[in-house]
């Protein structure tokens, strides 16, 4: 099945440095992944859409200058968190939907981010 | 904007209990609606999904879920859990028509099944 693969799984940065997070489709190809932040004890928050070729579009409320996301190939999609504060840590999980009609999302494994 | 609202926070069960999960949304239009299940230490994996046609969804795992459009509900159940069901379970709408692609999550449903 479709496999959508996110590295680093866990990542531990200083405050003010920038870290970057990968998501993979590797067996099909994802012209839009989303990116997700998961809050402690609360759900997935939509922070993005990511269009392959395209600027992304932000949900209310995400800074786009904090969170740089870059959709470069169909089956790449990077989040970039800069400047980092403690405040930015939680887990950040990617999502790709295939091409074709009806499919489903498919998950990355997330990343634990903290920020000390 | 739509909302989906998971009604238990944390449901504890024994084994060969039924299990029913409430999940409800908000939103007039049409829906397609998804469950998630996030095993411990594991990504999110698909359960079952709703596009149309049967309310009556039939997913993985033995997990079944009912869409009831006039309650605006998507409960999941299973008629006899087992203590590998021990998961978090996401109830997950996407307004058509509202973003073609946006997902709506609830806060999530965790399940403990004690052996």
């Known amino acids: 099945g479709a496999v959508v693969s996110q590295h680093p799984s866990r990542v531990i940065c200083k405050s003010g440095t920038s870290v970057k997070i990968e998501c993979r489709s590797l067996?099909?190809?994802?012209?839009?992944m989303f990116w997700y932040r998961q809050f402690p004890k609360q759900s997935l928050m939509l922070m993005a859409t990511?269009?392959?070729?395209?600027?992304?579009?932000?949900e209310q409320g995400v800074e786009k200058d904090k969170f740089l996301i870059n959709h470069a190939s169909l089956t790449l999609s990077t989040l970039t968190v800069t400047s980092a504060h403690p405040e930015d840590s939680s887990f950040y999980i990617c999502?790709?939907?295939?091409?074709?009609?009806?499919?489903?999302?498919?998950f990355g494994n997330g990343t634990r981010l903290t920020v000390t | 904007a739509q909302s989906v609202s998971q009604h238990n926070h944390h449901v504890i069960l024994s084994e060969a209990a039924s299990l029913e999960l409430g999940c409800n949304y908000s939103y007039g239009g049409t829906v397609n609606l998804f469950w998630y299940v996030q095993y411990p230490g594991q990504h999110l994996q698909l359960l079952l999904k709703?596009?149309?046609?049967?309310?009556l969804v039939k997913g993985i795992k033995g997990f079944e879920a009912e869409f009831i459009k006039s309650k605006f509900s998507f409960n999941l159940r299973k008629p006899s859990v087992q203590w590998s069901d021990t998961a978090e379970y996401f109830c997950?709408?996407?307004?058509?028509?509202?973003?073609?692609?946006?997902?709506?999550f609830g806060k999530g449903t965790k399940l403990s099944v004690i052996p």
């Open positions: 999502s790709a939907r295939e091409g074709r009609k009806n499919s489903p999302l498919h």
């Open positions: 709703y596009f149309s046609g049967d309310p």
């Open positions: 997950a709408v996407n307004a058509l028509g509202a973003g073609s692609y946006q997902l709506t």
């Open positions: 990511s269009n392959e070729g395209s600027k992304a579009t932000y």
């Open positions: 067996d099909f190809q994802a012209t839009t």
